[in-house]
């Protein structure tokens, strides 16, 4: 480097320390990228710019990666650790050509692979995003575009703040070398790719350009299927043209985001303030992915579980901050209230009836505007449980917005359509309170200015956020597997609803919340709380606790759920202390230590915590809770037990596992509670320890509701075969809610219509009922003896009391 090189970038750096805040993408790339910071690394830049260089710099060094500016030496020669691709515009005009000392460098380094067949040199691309503003649909401009001098300066001045330097997935000079030669053809073969990686890379970040609302709106009108459905509504209502023009205007105007990249910028300030006062922090896993899928090209539609309010702000941050753009959010309508739906609108919702069946012009309208967004590139979200969990489970997805996906595609789209399932999970939910109200039958309050200054008024440190990227689902992929004539159907102007359209829908949207339980975040809260509501007085010592919890954390890393769930990496000891500082529980003294509990309000809204994450205990609470009940009996005794009641779970509870791999699961479960020590084995047999009776027993308890109800259902079942199916939802949900008050049982989903409406599904599909939906004798039976010992004497006798009492209520009411 010259001398005066090195004097103009001294001073170059002084203004833009002061002037420009990078962010860096990824936090960390070494885990990531997966670089190894044994082998040598160079960057790859897409313009040559002292600027963008010295931002680099500034951005590896925070991260602990190699100067960009310090020498790279291979065999005693020294080498430049970074290369543009093109030397980029000037004042008098550009030049887009790959410099040649750029290629004499690949070509130098090519060479030096060709002499040492242990040489490995990563090249990162490395591209500085000065702000990511996605501009009009008028503004003809290319995406990527390099800035001259007076443009730089401007843009350093006006944007340096929202300076974004994204780093990617290292290219290896070895593979290059061996499969690609080392002629000076390499080098700009390269830099080819390097420009459309770095064209996408900007795609990915800013979204595609951004249409004016009221050319969006006559777009939509001259489309063949609302020009069809205007014209008939007219003919139908006999009303004029123009009348059902304006009201599909309307309509638009109603749906229709307006989105406003300064609004979501302001809002990435603020949501950044509000965090840090809410949060403890927030974590995130396997965004990494989403960022490769955008930058593949792929049509990313965003499926997260809702649990709050918080998840429509929460999950755009987090893509905002990972350098992605927020996605476009299906909200419902109840949300476009003043002063929160205008904003909402600009920050990418669009607003969707709750109910629109029936009404052809609304639900063409709302179909050809979202096919207008999957047309255009854009990333659409929605949460396809219909709404918030009240109870901490995941909900049966609707249909409909999934439905809609799959007919945009029947239209003919040129980009792969990937669901991309997202995890959401909080220490503390704000509405968790308001939800066990509407459990108990208060009415749903309606969303207006006071409930949310209400619930400003609330905040305060809410601990841990999760945000889990789960298991992306192709859909073309996915449709090519299980509807192989879906390409027959495709029709660009009026989708179709061909006959496998909902079987496949249904499955998909299974699969879908599968993966979405996949990525579940295990947290200090939801651990403490499976423990305590396990115990027999929601009470437990210190020392027991931490026992407990350590005995989940064992479960979670030896025989883990999936790749996709995390868990804490701290001890037992550490998660207790921090639930305890968060105010949820009764924290006593005495001589022997502390007795960690709860009272009877915070039992009923701990089960919401508990409830969003019992998926991934459920298998190994069942197994221990056979082992309670029994005490000792054969491993094959016990396999087929679980595996009679595991679809009734599978179902209710979104597991993973199928039916051909759930042998191997049971074994491993049952290895890893025989490492613990929890039950004892002599690989025929197994049985109860005794000296380890307490962490089995809490663990069992776990599964103990769930099977409680199932016992309700199949002793009413066996004992009225020929129950219609609706009846035999309403007489389970009336003797569960009967139980839960003879027996204290604080679970809201104990008695819940839905949860029971999946288990006769599922009775159904397993064999047990006949297609009028009656009883089939000899499963029936067998079932049915399989839960009465499984469930506790005094259970079993509370059903059989409530059964006689209804039997005499209806021997009477004939008389009367």
């Known amino acids: 480097m010259s001398s005066w090189q090195k004097i103009y970038r001294k001073l170059l750096n002084l203004p833009l320390s002061l002037l420009v805040k990078t962010h860096s993408i990824p936090s960390d790339p070494v885990a990531d990228l997966e670089l190894d910071l044994e082998r040598p690394i160079i960057y790859i830049l897409p313009f040559r710019s002292n600027t963008d260089l010295m931002t680099l710099r500034s951005s590896t060094e925070e991260l602990g990666l190699p100067d960009p500016l310090a020498p790279l030496e291979i065999d005693g020669k020294p080498y430049k650790r970074y290369v543009y691709i093109s030397d980029g515009p000037s004042v008098f005009g550009s030049d887009g050509e790959l410099p ?77 070398a061996d499969h690609h030669g080392t002629d000076d053809s390499i080098a700009h073969k390269l830099a080819r790719v390097a420009k459309i990686h770095f064209s996408r890379q900007q795609l990915a970040a800013s979204g595609p350009k951004l249409p004016d609302r009221h050319v969006l709106f006559k777009r939509l009108l001259a489309s063949k299927a609302i020009e069809k459905v205007v014209a008939e509504e007219a003919q139908s209502r006999d009303v004029p043209v123009e009348k059902v023009r304006k009201e599909a205007i309307d309509m638009m105007e109603e749906i229709a985001a307006d989105f406003s990249y300064s609004l979501i910028k302001r809002g990435e300030r603020f949501l950044g303030w509000l965090w840090n006062k809410l949060y403890q922090g927030l974590n995130i ?34 893509l905002y901050r990972e350098g992605l753009v927020p996605p476009h959010i299906a909200a419902g309508i109840n949300l476009n209230f003043f002063p929160a739906g205008p904003i909402f609108r600009r920050g990418g919702a669009f607003f969707i009836r709750r109910s629109f069946k029936g009404n052809r012009l609304y639900s063409t309208v709302f179909r050809e505007y979202l096919a207008e967004l999957f047309a255009k590139g854009y990333s659409v979200e929605y949460f396809s449980e219909g709404g918030r969990s009240r109870t901490g489970r995941l909900l049966p997805a609707k249909t409909g917005m999934l439905s809609m996906t799959i007919q945009a595609m029947l239209r003919g789209l040129n980009r792969p359509v990937t669901l991309v399932p997202v995890y959401i999970g909080y220490e503390h939910v704000m509405e968790v309170a308001t939800y066990a109200k509407e459990l108990r039958g208060k009415r749903k309050e309606k969303e207006n200015v006071g409930q949310v200054l209400r619930t400003l008024r609330k905040l305060r440190n809410l601990g841990q956020g999760y945000v889990n990227f789960g298991e992306p689902i192709s859909l073309n992929h996915y449709l090519n597997e299980n509807a192989p004539e879906w ?62 919890i350590d005995c989940y954390l064992q479960l979670l ?24 500082e968060m105010d949820k529980f009764i924290v006593e003294r005495d001589s022997l230590g502390d007795i960690i509990s709860l009272d009877r309000q915070q039992s009923i809204l701990m089960t919401y915590y508990r409830n969003n994450i019992i998926h991934l205990f459920a298998l190994p609470s069942l197994i221990a809770h056979i082992v309670v009940q029994h005490q000792r009996l054969s491993l094959q005794a016990l396999r087929q037990q679980v595996e009679l009641l595991y679809p009734f779970l599978k179902a209710e509870l979104f597991l993973r596992h199928d039916k051909e791999s759930l042998g191997e699961i049971i074994d ?70 009967r139980l839960s008050r003879l027996h204290g049982i604080n679970a809201p989903e104990f008695f819940d219509k839905g949860v029971f409406a999946t288990l006769v599904k599922t009775l159904r599909s397993e064999g047990y009922l006949n297609d009028e939906c009656h009883a089939v004798s000899r499963p029936v039976e067998t079932l049915a003896e399989l839960l009465a010992a499984l469930v506790s004497p005094e259970i079993k006798l509370t059903i059989q009391a409530v059964m006689n009492r209804e039997d005499k209520v209806e021997e009477v009411e004939p008389s009367a």
């Open 487 to 548: 390409h027959q159907d495709i029709d660009p102007i009026e989708p179709q609803r061909p006959q496998w359209l909902n079987p496949v829908v249904n499955d998909l949207a299974n699969k879908m919340m599968t993966h979405i339980n996949d990525a579940a975040a295990t947290n200090a809260l939801t651990l403490c709380a499976l423990a305590l509501l396990a115990a027999r007085q929601r009470a437990l010592s210190r020392e027991e606790l931490e026992q407990q």
């Open 285 to 318: 896993h396997n965004a990494q992915r989403v960022r490769k899928l955008a930058q593949d090209g792929h049509e990313i539609v965003y499926v997260p579980c809702h649990r709050s309010h918080m998840d429509y702000l929460l999950l755009s941050y987090v």
């Open 668 to 737: 491993s479960q049952v290895a890893e509670l025989v490492r613990q020590r929890l039950v004892l084995s002599d690989g025929e047999y197994i049985e109860l320890n005794n000296a380890r009776i307490g962490p089995l027993q809490l663990l069992a308890r776990t599964i103990s509701e769930t099977l409680q109800r199932y016992a309700i259902a199949l002793t009413l079942l066996r004992s009225e075969p020929q129950l219609m199916k609706s009846d035999l939802e309403l007489q389970s949900q009336m003797m569960a809610q």
């Open 557 to 580: 890393r030896n025989v883990p759920y999936s790749e996709q769930c995390t868990m804490p990496e701290s001890d037992a000891a550490t998660l207790v202390a921090h639930a305890v």
């Open 100 to 176: 040649q000392e750029s290629i004499d460098l690949f070509t130098a380094l090519l060479e030096q692979h060709k002499q040492d067949a242990e040489l490995d040199l990563q090249v990162v691309p490395a591209a500085i995003l000065w702000g990511r503003k996605p501009g009009k649909e008028e503004n003809q401009k290319p995406i990527l575009r390099p800035l001259n001098g007076p443009e730089k300066f401007f843009t350093i001045v006006g944007r340096g703040r929202d300076c974004m330097v994204r780093l990617s997935t290292p290219v290896s000079l070895r593979y290059m």
